[in-house]
Nanobody, 122 residues
Framework: QLQLVESGGALVQAGGSLRLSCASSGRSFSNFAMAWFRQTPGKERELVAA????????YYPDFVEGRFTISRDNTKNTVSLQLNNLRPEDTAMYYC???????????????WGQGTQVTVSS
């Protein structure tokens, strides 16, 4: 059974960078598309980035504006999210998720990590 654990969240100043990591356990990591979502209290979960099973396809919503990059290493069973030029509105709990295929909707992903907090100060 696939399990996901996020790390790398921190308090950073606006304009700074962070690299979030998601480590998986189990031997079926490459069978899943992966994604990063974020959520703040009172707001719906929103997709930040998604990547296909072998990393050949990626997707970013418009608000990312080229600032974030998702990547995966199937030999290490990890997926990462590079966050650059962070803004206060990027403050959220960031979650790693796995699903059967690359999708934009949160309910298409089946396995979730516990989240890692990113806080961007002004």
């Amino acid at each position: 059974q696939l399990q996901l654990v996020e790390s790398g969240g921190a308090l950073v100043q606006a304009g700074g960078s962070l690299r979030l990591s998601c480590a998986s356990s189990g031997r079926s990591f490459s069978n899943f598309a992966m994604a990063w979502f974020r959520q703040t209290p009172g707001k719906e979960r929103e997709l930040v980035a998604a990547i296909s099973m072998f990393g050949s396809s990626t997707y970013y919503p418009d608000f990312v504006e080229g600032r974030f990059t998702i990547s995966r290493d199937n030999t290490k069973n990890t997926v990462s999210l590079q966050l650059n030029n962070l803004r206060p509105e990027d403050t959220a709990m960031y979650y790693c998720a796995a699903g059967p295929s690359l999708a934009r909707r949160w309910d298409m992903y089946r396995v979730w990590g516990q989240g890692t907090q990113v806080t961007v100060s002004s």
